[in-house]
């Protein structure tokens, strides 16, 4: 095995960096493991190569090894193997190593008990990442025993998404010409989404077989072996009807029903089940209504979004994708990508989402695509409650494109554009 760990290294060191969209994220190495989790497809390894861009600045590529795991050379590698790392690399230079990046590590048994022993030596800065099928942060925590900090890599934001088209915005953008090109980017990255495999593609069945690639190997891959499920009927026809059915409350009691009209049958047990895995692989995240009473949050149904617009403009089976719903669908990522404590609101009224700061709720978002006579009624009261109910002073409106400022019952309720709000988080 050493001989292929020198063709890897060697490969490694004489091999450029790709250009690299920087990702808005710090970039710095501390004692601890640097764990890199997210959605497949969105980003990680290529996270790995921007810190790594950042450590060439003051460190000599020799002292930084690059493995991958998932590698088809190191098919059979062993856990005793991984020592040779470190001797191939010794007959390759002279330089001592400090930096080991190592992607896909899971597919090493007991990766855990090497990286622990290797940090223990405090010889080395460690950053690793894996699929999010096999490498979820709570299991990190449990292998590492808490010597670890994390990044978590989600698809690209819009900033990251008009970096990418090479579209420089200012403030003073909406106010020429280019305001037309930073629309009709919105609207792609709206309908499109923000995986970066599928930004570079132009054509409609390329970027639509390349999404059903990621559907599939969340399917099988981070599901159905993961979890060794034998009866995955159920599991496909519940990812299908979230595909159709994102950005609403999801009743486990009424999903019950729908299958049992079309002949199948399962428990809610089971249901709720699937519902966790797929939230774990990062194909859905669910979000609780608020209360104060965990146990009521827990019981409560979930609101559940898709991961990415992608998913729902290339997967959903519907005629014509609800351009509402994948607005609200595109501002729940965004807050998710910031990491924010979110959860919805429900009493008389509905609010889209409220965020939690330390103990307080500090914020009310209402979405909708377009803010008029028919539904501006709705939509202010179900604001208004949740502002009342946690008095705040401001609520926010985000919409595809009005911006108004509004005092309503002595409370401020703006109204701003999903892009704008976008590039300014």
């Not at 969209?21 to 790995?48: C, H, N, W």
């Not at 921007?50 to 590698?77: M, P, S």
């Not at 079309?262 to 859905?284: N, V």
């Amino acid at each position: 095995m050493k001989k292929v760990f020198k063709k890897i290294i060697s490969e490694w060191l004489e091999k450029k960096l790709p250009d690299l969209v920087e990702r808005d994220l710090p970039t710095k190495i501390t004692s601890d493991v640097l764990s890199i989790i997210g959605p497949r497809r969105a980003g990680k390894t290529y996270f790995m190569f921007q810190i790594i861009k950042t450590l060439l600045k003051k460190t000599d590529k020799e002292e930084i090894v690059f493995i991958d795991f998932e590698d088809n050379r190191l098919a059979g590698l062993k856990p005793k193997d991984l020592d040779e790392i470190f001797i191939a690399h010794r007959e390759l230079s002279s330089k001592s190593l400090k930096y080991l990046f190592f992607d896909e590590i899971q597919e090493i048994k007991q990766w855990s008990k090497f990286v622990r022993r290797l940090h223990n030596t405090q010889k080395y800065r460690i950053i690793i990442s894996g699929s999010s099928s096999k490498l979820l942060s709570k299991e990190i925590a449990t292998e590492l025993r808490g010597r670890y900090t994390s990044r978590f890599i989600t698809t690209f934001s819009f900033k990251e998404f008009l970096e990418f088209k090479k579209f420089k915005y200012s403030k003073i953008t909406e106010h020429t010409e280019k305001k037309g090109i930073l629309l009709k980017l919105f609207k792609e990255y709206l309908e499109n989404g923000g995986y970066p495999e599928i930004i570079k593609l132009t054509d409609f069945y390329e970027r639509k077989e390349k999404i059903n690639n990621y559907y599939d190997t969340i399917f099988y891959k981070d599901i159905i072996e993961r979890h060794k499920i034998t009866n995955y009927d159920i599991l496909e026809v519940l990812m299908n009807y979230l595909l159709n059915n994102y950005a609403t409350i999801f009743s486990i009691t009424q999903f019950e029903k729908f299958l049992k009209e079309r002949g199948t049958h399962t428990s809610k047990k089971t249901i709720s089940a699937y519902l966790k895995y797929l939230s774990e692989a990062f194909f859905i995240y669910a979000i609780e209504e608020f209360s104060y009473s965990t146990k009521k949050r827990l019981m409560r149904p979930k609101k559940i979004y898709l991961i990415d617009n992608g998913m729902i403009s290339f997967l959903s089976t519907q005629f014509s994708p609800d351009k509402g719903r994948m607005l609200e669908n595109l501002v729940l990522t965004e807050l998710k990508r910031k990491q924010k404590a979110v959860y919805y609101y429900k009493e008389k009224q509905e609010c889209d989402f409220l965020i939690k700061e330390r103990t307080k709720i500090s914020q009310a978002i209402q979405v909708t695509f377009d803010l008029n006579e028919r539904n501006k009624k709705r939509e202010f009261k179900g604001l208004l409650e949740a502002m009342k109910q946690f008095s705040l002073k401001e609520g926010l409106i985000l919409t595809n494109d009005q911006e108004k400022e509004l005092t309503i019952e002595n409370k401020k309720i703006i109204i701003k554009p999903v892009w704008k709000w976008l590039l300014e988080q």
